[in-house]
């Protein structure tokens, strides 16, 4: 990642790094009026699904004097956060409506790139509790939960089915196993076991973190403190190292971002993907309609533990229109629209009625899975300088995965870089 926050960190280290000193202290922005209507723009990454300007198509039907332009920023979701600040920084007026990955807020609300939102105005409530939690920083608002994630383990059924294996994996040995039975089959021939996403991007930091996790360690404590030097967090980095040694994981699969493991199981090259829930419509429309399923994340003794995912929609300090962007967030994030991006996108929703939904769950079986990979999600980091900590983890697993460094070596690295990061 090549934006850098720590000077703009450093002179936040007297009221607290991290997202755990709560509490409103003296030094807290005065609460913002929202104010002005007229055109906005909502910043977010390339929709893959195609179901964003639709959304906005409603909007703008319905206000057009309060249109909503989509500005696309990349799919890598570190340079879609380089690109929010910069325009932060510039304090540019061109973007309104931020879409910030939930381990976003607490940096974007210390810099005071984001405004907060009153409270009042939405149905938190209604939400899952983990969830919501993504979106505070020292007891405010400042953004309001869009969509959930939580990582599944999508797998063939069809081939598990003929190789005789009964079940999904529970535990990274069950998969390996089933994996060697399936690839016995003349059909299976020239597949690989698994793949995530391995490329040295965000996904890396999620990937390694519910390697870590769900091996019994933690990358950090519940205040922010590094703890990522341990023999628990190394059996997690060796299933990830040992994987790409013995083929279990692809050489190729050092490349891969979200869209390149999508593609490759479509392809017929995987039994097993780790991926987020947007894939299981996609996957739907491909070569393996109804020739997969999803279960939990397997672990080292059992299931394992996914990174908690999603986006939260935020209003940019330097924007015009606030009380157009206050009413564009409500509509966005919605019951209803967001059950629409469920329907339509397998985007997991913040609202648990929709999990439990008996008409949603008989369309897409996958949501009590889902519900329970939310709530038994472990989330990344949550510190203010953000930016440098997921550098850091990206750069020492990198390096792990490609043999440039023993696992030991480079969790020992990570250690001294993290708590140098978070002491800035």
Not at 165 to 188: D, F, H, I, N, S
Not at 202 to 210: I, K, Q
Not at 230 to 236: C, I, L, Q, V, Y
């Amino acid at each position: 990642m090549t934006t850098r926050t720590t000077a703009r960190a450093t002179a936040l280290a007297a009221t607290g790094l991290l997202l755990t000193a709560c509490g409103s202290g003296t030094g807290e922005p005065a609460k913002p009026s929202f104010e002005g209507r007229g055109p906005i723009t909502y910043v977010a990454g390339k929709d893959t699904t195609g179901t964003v300007q639709p959304m906005l198509d409603r909007w703008n039907k319905a206000h057009p004097k309060e249109k909503v332009t989509f500005i696309q920023l990349p799919t890598d979701a570190d340079a879609q956060r380089q690109q929010m600040i910069q325009n932060a920084e510039t304090k540019s007026d061109a973007y309104t409506v931020l879409s910030l990955d939930v381990v976003w807020t607490s940096e974007f609300a210390a810099h005071r790139w984001i405004e907060q939102l009153p409270q009042k105005r939405f149905p938190l409530g209604k939400m899952l509790k983990p969830v919501v939690e993504t979106s505070r920083y020292r007891g405010g608002l400042y953004a309001v939960p869009s969509s959930s994630d939580g990582g599944m383990l999508y797998y063939r059924t069809d081939l598990l089915r003929k190789a005789g294996v009964t079940r999904p994996p529970a535990t990274w040995g069950e998969m390996t196993a089933a994996c060697a039975k399936v690839k016995r089959l003349p059909e299976a021939k020239g597949m690989s076991c698994y793949a995530g996403q391995f490329q040295k991007y965000e996904g890396l930091t999620v990937n390694f973190a519910e390697a870590v996790h769900s091996a019994g360690g933690r990358v950090t404590d519940a205040n922010g403190t590094p703890d990522v030097d341990t023999p628990e967090a190394k059996k997690g980095l060796d299933f990830l190292v040992g994987s790409f040694e013995d083929g279990t994981i692809p050489k190729e699969a050092v490349t891969y971002q979200e869209e390149d493991g999508r593609q490759a199981f479509q392809a017929g090259k995987l039994v097993f993907l780790r991926n987020w829930p947007y894939m299981y419509s996609l996957a739907q429309k491909s070569g393996v309609e109804g020739k997969f399923a999803v279960a939990p994340l397997p672990g080292l003794n059992g299931p394992g533990s996914s990174s908690l995912g999603g986006h939260n929609m935020a209003v940019s300090t330097s924007a015009r229109n606030k009380a157009t962007a206050l009413d564009f967030i409500e509509f966005m994030t919605s019951e209803e629209n967001t059950g629409t991006f469920l329907r339509d996108a397998s985007l997991a929703p913040p609202y648990a009625s929709l999990y439990d939904d008996k008409a949603l769950v008989g369309q897409y079986p996958y949501l009590p899975v889902l519900k329970e990979s939310i709530l038994r999600a472990v989330p990344r980091p949550r510190v203010v300088p953000y930016g440098d900590v997921t550098s850091a983890v990206q750069q020492e697993t990198y390096a792990a995965l490609n043999g440039e460094k023993s696992s030991a070596r480079a969790l020992k690295d990570l250690q001294k870089a993290l708590r140098k990061a978070v002491a800035r």
